[in-house]
């Protein structure tokens, strides 16, 4: 099964400096890889998505990701952050197994972002 | 454009009762999969349903069924609850069963069980 390790669980920037999220997969074959974004009480946004095609993926906000096949990563960025970003954010893999198309979940980091 | 539409969006069951969650999809997408998020971690898959056959299923146990309707709405049925079933149930449409086309996720159920 394919999964995702995201490398911290919290992480704290100040408004206008920039946000790095990290995203480890672990794949057999080439991957289809998603960043969703979860305020509190909201469901679930999709803010970029990777399919094998441009490895710089731009997503909705500013942010965006590339996907670095060598080193089995998919880094979530973005220039400035903003107050409004502050959410959690979920690494996802697409793995397609016995249980049909399923959305494997990080545990998700928590960004804080302090005036 | 209504979006992903669940109901209800909160409830509190006792444990060994039955609970039913309704999911109504984005008009046009043909495919509704259901997870489970607990407190403090990401999403687990429960089951897809694509043209009202089952595509998918978790690792989830037989106390956990589901079944989509003609509109393409669906149900998802969770018997003899425990304690553990406490949890935000999300419920994403997509156009067909690919996620590469996109999921819509709902704002969710929150489900407590006391």
């Known amino acids: 099964a394919q999964s995702v390790t995201q490398l911290d669980s919290h992480v704290s920037v100040s408004e206008g400096t920039p946000v790095l999220l990290r995203c480890n997969y672990s794949?057999?074959?080439?991957?289809?890889l998603f960043w969703y974004v979860q305020h509190p009480n909201k469901g679930l946004q999709l803010l970029l998505k990777?399919?094998?095609?441009?490895?710089l993926v731009k997503g909705i906000n500013g942010f965006e990701a590339e996907f670095k096949k060598s080193e089995t990563s998919f880094h979530l960025t973005k220039p400035s952050a903003h107050m409004s970003d502050a959410a959690e954010y979920f690494c996802?893999?697409?793995?397609?197994?016995?249980?049909?198309?399923?959305?494997?979940f990080g545990k998700g980091t928590s960004l804080l972002v302090t005036p | 454009d209504a979006g992903v539409t669940q109901s209800p969006t909160h409830l509190i069951k006792t444990r060994g009762q039955h609970v039913t969650l309704r999911c109504s999809p984005i008009s046009g997408h043909k495919s509704v999969s259901w997870y489970q998020q607990v407190l403090g971690q990401g999403p687990q898959f429960i089951f897809q349903?694509?043209?009202?056959?089952?595509?998918g299923r978790g690792n989830f146990p037989d106390r956990f069924s589901a079944r989509q309707f003609p509109n393409y709405s669906s149900e998802l049925n969770v018997n003899a609850l425990l304690l553990g079933d406490s949890a935000l149930y999300l419920c994403?449409?997509?156009?067909?069963?690919?996620?590469?086309?996109?999921?819509?996720f709902g704002s969710g159920t929150r489900l407590t069980v006391v």
């Open positions: 990777y399919t094998s095609a441009a490895t």
């Open positions: 996802v893999v697409s793995d397609l197994s016995n249980s049909g198309y399923a959305l494997n």
């Open positions: 349903y694509y043209e009202k056959e089952e595509r």
């Open positions: 994403a449409s997509s156009f067909i069963y690919r996620p590469n086309y996109g999921y819509t």
């Open positions: 794949s057999s074959y080439s991957p289809s």
